[in-house]
């Protein structure tokens, strides 16, 4: 049974991605598993300010809405990504300015790992998953298999989707990817990322991912 006081939080975090420039006007859209059930921002609704009568309420298994509000376009690969991962509870699509240029770039990098916190939280690699219709059924098979053994990933002339176990783990993969693609841009090419090694480093001391 999902409760009045889990659907202001929903709004709040919302919010809070709106407030941090990760999403503008429409752009956008936010998911929280909650039992069999998850809130969507709903179909043309603003994130930042996300109002109550624009949340909906889905069945994971079959993506129907149980309270009549019309989730996002994009609740396909949400719902997708949530029946595929037992381990991710939030999903996040937005379009930061950086991030989404990149995205929009011709020749676009291939390694973001131009500081620690992006193979520490965003990933040591981000798959670019190539231009496809928003909205449509093989932007949402793409996302979804991509998602299978990624936490976040870069949509070709669109945007970018992070998932994770709650609302800070995606607020603070997408703020740190967004940190890497304006290093990236600001640099003007001119930038250096960690090597494999360091990366390694990293995930033996920083993250105990591995033992001696």
Known sequence: MITEEQIQQFI?????????????CSSGNLSWRIGDQALV?????????????????CNIADGTSVNGVKPSMESGFHLGILRERPD?????????????????????????????????????????????????????????????????????????????KDFDEVFERAMFFEMACRIIIQSGGAYEVLSPAEIDDLEVYVLGKKTK
């Open 88 to 164: 991710v509870n939030v999903v996040f699509h937005f379009q930061s300015e950086y991030a989404t240029v990149v995205s929009c770039m011709k020749n676009r990098p291939t390694n973001f790992n131009v500081t620690a916190e992006i193979p520490c939280h965003v990933g040591s690699e981000i798959p670019l998953i190539p231009y496809y219709r928003p909205g449509s059924k093989e932007l949402a098979a793409a996302v979804v298999a991509a998602m299978r053994d990624h936490n976040s990933i870069l949509l070709a002339k669109h945007g970018q989707v992070v998932c994770g």
């Open 12 to 24: 709040a975090q919302a919010h809070r991605c709106g407030d941090a420039r990760l999403t503008i």
């Open 41 to 57: 921002s709903g179909t043309g609704s603003w994130v930042p300010s996300l109002k109550r009568e624009n949340v909906a309420v």
